[in-house]
């Protein structure tokens, strides 16, 4: 499809100059964007650039300050997600909202029936769900129990939810997060089919790849604002990348330099799968001193249980864990080894929100002199500790008095940084630590894991973003179903390969 | 012995009986939970069904009548719970036992408000049994099920009622995945305040004709303390019944089978060697011992306790 | 409508919204009191009167706090914690038959010396209570508050059996109640001719202590931490089961002090009616204090001039004393109600 086609074709979505604040922060800034019948225009941007603001409020779930939504030339009434769906708008969201306790079909008729009409009308629906199933090639099945369902299928099961309430405007928000490569092109195809049948679709991502492969118009967000629209035709990679963050990208410079020896090793570690999570199977890992290890691989293969075990939490059900002392594997344990911890979610597990930066400073530590002696706490030598803190790390904040939610999350994750990395760790377990950063945190995180590695420490950087890990990494291991592939030298496979391997091919030629 | 008791209808439609406020009280908080709100004012919403149900038919009004009065006394603070829990999203635990603490002593208030000085509380004429003709006369059966009071009949029709709504009908599968994941509701456009709030109203509804039953059918008068932990045991039960109408029912029955049981071990040369204490406390140990029990295996509702506000980034 | 979260509420929002929600109490508690026929502002002059209108209505109100304080402190220390410990009324207990069981048998003989042990061994007594649905909780998962609340039932029953059975004091005239602790075990009156005793004194010393604990010690900071993010306490290394059973313990030691008290300084026996509900009330007293130790001081005697005040207004104006109950519960929903209100704001939209 070209540009010239678009444009004589019926326009089926128009947003006009849409304004959304919330307090201070303006989440969108006169937004004005079109949409053509069987057009699938990709929505691209950072975290906090504002695009799920943008969908919430073509949802109905937020109410625009400013501007107006026009869908199939009729106004759409603000605030009203029954409205957008009636309009012919189906959403697939990052986060299903799907009822784990409910069968497929139970989920799919939820809110297509009315509430008070006495019963459901399975059978009828059980046979337009077929037919969609067919139509878009899309099986699964209706009587299963949702939380049964393996991610690929949930994400089917969202799918069909928008194709069975007729919808003609499909938008889905970051669909491939939780995908394997190979599962994502599974998906494309159901787009593909989908547009050939008339519908329009709005693609969430910040993959480029994705981007150029499925879109025909590419629009930027950033900081809320639209700063670019191109014909994915006419652009390329490095374009986008620098429209996306406002300048050219520059990979962090990473000299080569003679790892040392092992810190930390695990034998042959499994672990049990927690729920639909699993376990680790035999996982053989060798972190050694000045060198980052980057581990990839789709969202819930086993980072999780890795990470767990490396922090603390978790013991090792068989196997062993080498070079961390003899006391019982915790939290504890693992911080006396010297292990600098990372976590996932800064909001609920790095810190507590309602605490000071003061007491969220010396979370690991307050046990220790010169914070705490005979059980009885030395706020001073806390609050010294933190303004030491605030001041290397560079934490913009009021103070060390004010609770730790008032900070933005790169701020919070500068004091995170410091409190494990101002005893000069050994080991540094870094899981996902740019995740919803902006561009300056970013950079600021990863130069302090490169300036931590250069000095000899053993960093183990887990990340869904494959390019931060083949930018950063010295070796590069792949988590897939709780096992763990060979250790790849630095430019030793390309994303494609590695791309298979997160996929769970090779894995059996390996064992 | 044991036996002996086993074998006689009276206990059968004894542990019936002991059942049917439990009944109603394990559905009302059952729907509640089921769409993501714990009603800990269950306990004061009793006492306050209890009491204005007793009240409308002593001041003349006819016995359904007083259950009617006693389910709007209830919705009334479930309204009241559910504004607080829902759209504030306040403290499920602080505001239930406030509501508890609350409904309580309003019962109290007005009683001693409209009979300031007397000691044994005035009687009314209760619920008859009746007997469904042919049914009766099953051996055993017949007359533990089908000798009651309508309000026992009425119980047993809001199980069925309660499991064909969550289980059959679009407001069920609404209410269902209001526990489990309100954004599912919210993201088709329903309103999840409205379907928890209705859920906590109805449930609220449902404990108060609980409490209403003690006086209507059982007691046929209005004391303090009457209710006397019977909501907390219908916390307990929804837990053994893993939330679900059908096991809910089977865990009242089977708790009130024991109940009948210790009040009649009482009777027996047991009763002689054992204080009476004793026998009492069991109803509140079975039910400590069913969470264990359960514990385990439950399927909780993913949501319960959740507050859930759309606006949240 | 929707909630938004207020980064930082001001002093005006945090102070202006309890304060209102103390006004409306007042106000609803009046229109209670018309409703019964009587004058609302006469009323509220006899409760202030019957609370502290003389030395007498004073010290009464001083000795009915003294329990309120123990309890409100006990679910202050628990509810910080997230520990949900509703059962303070069975740890009152717990305290109470220990105190006369110690008091009237092995350490009658040896006089006041023996007041600390006695104390002592009821705060066991409390915490072996509580302990029980906590390692529930954190072995098996079953929430505490059904628990907790099941065991005051239980608990009541005990009593009811011990003051009929083992514990009965023969001299009773066939009352269950149990034989007085000797004289050498009571506690002292904190002046001469003061009907005031020194279980008040101690209460506002463990409120000092409490507040100690909580913001000086490690415990303290454990506790805060655990209550208000387990995931984040766990995760940061700190033992959160070890906390909750230490929290448990001084919990249920503190509500067991209460029946310690009013054994030895008020009642000299065990009775099934030593506590009308103090172990409830204390949850009352907590959250008007807004969990804070110190607070629970000032609500305790609040809390029991209200109750003493409607004792004294009911005899006098002919309203039930169960106006009392009802206007301390609003205020607590109420309370709840402006806490939260001081952590969002109400938008549309």
């Known amino acids: 499809m070209t540009a010239t086609d678009h444009k004589a074709q019926e326009i089926v979505l128009r947003l006009d100059r849409i304004t959304k604040r919330f307090g201070a922060l303006t989440a969108n800034d006169a937004i004005s964007l079109t949409l053509a019948r069987g057009e699938v225009i990709a929505l691209l941007g950072e975290n906090g650039a504002g695009k799920t603001t943008l969908m919430n409020i073509l949802f109905g779930q937020y109410t625009a300050d400013e501007g107006q939504v026009e869908v199939f030339g009729k106004p759409l009434p603000p605030g009203n997600p029954r409205a957008a769906l009636a309009a012919g708008l189906g959403m697939v969201h990052q986060h299903f909202t799907l009822a784990d306790n409910l069968t497929v079909l139970e989920n799919i008729q939820l809110g297509t029936v009315p509430l008070w009409r006495a019963a459901l009308g399975q059978a009828k629906a059980r046979a337009k769900l077929a037919q969609l199933a067919a139509d878009f090639g899309l099986g699964v099945d209706p009587d299963a129990r949702v939380g049964s369902l393996t991610v690929g299928e949930r994400q089917r099961v969202e799918i069909l939810k928008a194709l069975y309430r007729d919808a003609r405007i499909l938008i889905l928000d970051e669909p491939t997060a939780v995908l394997t490569p190979q599962e994502s092109d599974a998906l494309f195809d159901t787009l593909r089919r989908a547009v050939a049948k008339g519908l329009s679709i709005i693609f969430i991502s910040h993959k480029l790849h994705e981007v150029m492969a499925l879109s025909s118009r590419v629009v930027v967000l950033r900081h809320g604002k639209l700063v670019g629209e191109v014909e994915t035709a006419g652009t390329d990679r490095h374009a986008l990348a620098a429209m996306m963050v406002g300048a050219e990208v520059t990979p962090p410079a990473v000299t080569p330099i003679t790892p040392g020896p092992a810190l930390l090793t695990l034998r042959e570690v499994s672990t049990p799968s927690i729920g639909a999570a699993p376990g680790l199977n035999a996982v053989n890992l060798a972190l050694r001193a000045g060198q980052i290890t980057g581990l990839a691989g789709v969202s819930g293969n086993g980072q999780a249980a890795l990470s767990d075990l490396i922090s603390g939490l ?198 | ?292 029990l359960m514990s385990r295996r439950a399927q909780v509702p993913a949501a319960l306790m959740q507050p859930f506000n759309k606006g949240e980034r | 409508m929707r909630l938004e979260p207020i980064a930082n509420p001001g002093l005006g929002r945090r102070l202006g919204f309890p304060a209102a929600a103390l006004v409306v109490t007042v106000v609803i508690a009046s229109l209670l009191a018309a409703i019964a026929g009587a004058d609302p502002l006469l009323t509220l002059g006899l409760v202030l009167k019957g609370a502290a209108g003389s030395k007498f209505a004073l010290l009464e109100t001083l000795n009915r706090a003294t329990p309120l304080i123990f309890t409100g402190l006990a679910i202050a220390v628990a509810f910080r914690a997230k520990l949900w410990n509703i059962g303070a009324e069975a740890q009152l207990y717990a305290g109470a038959i220990v105190t006369v069981v110690l008091g009237t048998s092995v350490l009658s003989g040896m006089g006041a010396a ?73 506690l002292p009156r904190i002046a001469e001719g003061l009907r005031l005793h020194w279980g008040f004194g101690v209460a506002l010393i463990a409120a000092g202590l409490v507040w100690f604990v909580q913001a000086r010690t490690t415990l303290g900071y454990e506790m805060r931490a655990v209550g208000l993010n387990p995931q984040a306490a766990r995760f940061a290394g700190i033992p959160v089961n070890g906390v909750l059973v230490k929290t448990a313990l001084l919990s249920g030691g503190l509500a067991a002090l209460a029946g310690f008290s009013e054994v030895a300084g008020l009642k000299g026996h065990l009775s099934q009616d030593l506590s009308p509900g103090f172990g409830y009330t204390g949850i009352i007293v907590a959250m008007l204090a807004l969990l804070h130790p110190l607070g629970v001081v000032v609500t305790a005697i609040f809390v029991a001039g209200i109750f003493v005040g409607a004792d004294s207004m009911s005899r006098a104006a002919g309203v039930p004393t169960y106006i009392a109950d009802m206007m301390l519960a609003t205020g607590l929903l109420l309370m709840v109600l402006a806490i939260g209100l001081t952590k969002f704001r109400v938008v549309r939209g």
Not at chain 1, 324 to 336: E, N
Not at chain 2, 101 to 122: D, G, H, M, Q
Not at chain 2, 142 to 163: E, K
Not at chain 2, 168 to 173: I, S
């Open chain 2, 1 to 292: 012995m044991l036996f002996d008791i086993l074998l006689t209808a009276s206990f059968w439609a004894a542990a019936v009986r002991i059942a049917s406020p439990l009944i109603f009280a394990t559905m009302g908080e059952l729907i509640c939970e089921r769409a993501g709100v714990l009603n800990l004012g269950i306990e004061g919403i009793m006492v306050i069904g209890a009491f204005s149900g007793w009240m409308a038919v002593y001041l003349g009004m006819g016995l359904w009548g007083g259950v009617a009065v006693a389910m709007l006394a209830g919705m009334l603070f479930g309204l009241l719970h559910a504004m607080l829990t829902v759209p504030f999203g306040l403290s499920q635990h602080v505001v239930g036992l406030g509501v508890t603490l609350l409904a309580t002593s309003t019962s109290y208030f007005v009683y001693r408000l409209i009979l300031p000085e007397v000691t044994s509380p005035p009687k009314i004429t209760p619920f008859q049994p009746l007997e469904i003709p042919y049914l009766v006369d099953i051996p055993l059966v017949g007359p533990a099920l089908f000798a009651q009071t309508a309000l026992t009949y009425a119980a047993f029709a809001v199980v069925v009622i309660t499991a064909v709504t969550l289980y059959r009908t679009p407001l069920g599968l609404a209410i269902r995945a209001a526990g489990e994941n309100p954004g599912a509701v919210a993201a088709q456009g329903l309103s999840v305040t409205g379907l928890r709030m209705g859920a906590v109203i109805v449930g609220s509804g449902l404990m108060a004709v609980g409490g209403a039953f003690l006086t209507l059918s059982a007691f046929s008068s209005f004391f303090f303390e009457m209710v006397n932990g019977r909501g907390w045991i219908c916390i307990a039960l929804v837990v053994f019944g893993a939330w679900r109408p059908g096991k809910a029912l089977l865990g009242a029955l089977l708790f009130a089978g024991f109940d009948a049981l210790q009040i009649r071990l009482q009777q027996t040369p047991v009763g002689q060697v054992v204080p009476y204490q004793m026998f009492l406390m069991a109803p509140y140990i079975l039910s400590i011992l069913a969470l264990i």
């Open chain 1, 314 to 511: 978790i013991s090792p059900q068989s196997g062993s864990l080498e070079g961390v002392g003899r006391m019982r594997w915790s939290s504890r344990a693992a911080i006396a080894a010297g292990i600098a911890r990372i976590p996932e979610d800064r909001h609920k597990t790095g810190t507590i929100a309602d605490f000071s930066l003061t007491e969220n400073a010396i979370l690991e530590t307050y046990t220790q002199a010169p914070y705490s002696r005979w059980g009885l706490m030395n706020w001073h030598a806390a609050e010294e500790q933190t303004r030491h803190l605030i001041e290397t790390y560079d934490v913009r904040c009021p103070g060390p008095h004010g609770p730790i939610r008032q900070l933005s999350g790169g701020n919070m994750q500068k004091l995170i940084l410091g409190r494990v990395l101002d005893a000069a760790p050994r080991i540094i377990l870094a899981n996902q630590p740019v995740r919803g950063l902006d561009i300056g945190a970013i950079s600021y995180v990863h130069s302090q894991l490169l300036a931590a590695r250069n000095a000899g420490a053993a960093v183990f950087l887990i990340s869904e973003d494959l390019d931060e890990i083949m930018a950063l990494s010295d070796v590069v291991h792949v988590i897939s179903e709780g096992q763990l592939s060979p250790e790849f030298q630095r430019g030793e496979k390309t994303a494609a390969e590695l791309g298979l391997w997160m996929a769970g091919q090779g894995f059996d030629r390996a064992a």
């Open chain 3, 114 to 186: 023996a007041l600390p042990i006695v104390g002592l061994g009821a705060m066991v007594a409390g915490a072996v209570v509580l302990l029980g649905p906590v390692v529930l909780k954190t072995r098996f998962g079953v929430d505490e508050v059904v628990t907790t609340l099941l065991f005051n039932f239980i608990m009541l029953l005990l009593v009811s059996y011990l003051l009929e059975g083992p514990m009965k004091d023969p001299m009773g005239m066939g009352w269950p109640k149990s034989a007085p602790l000797d004289r050498a075990l009571r």
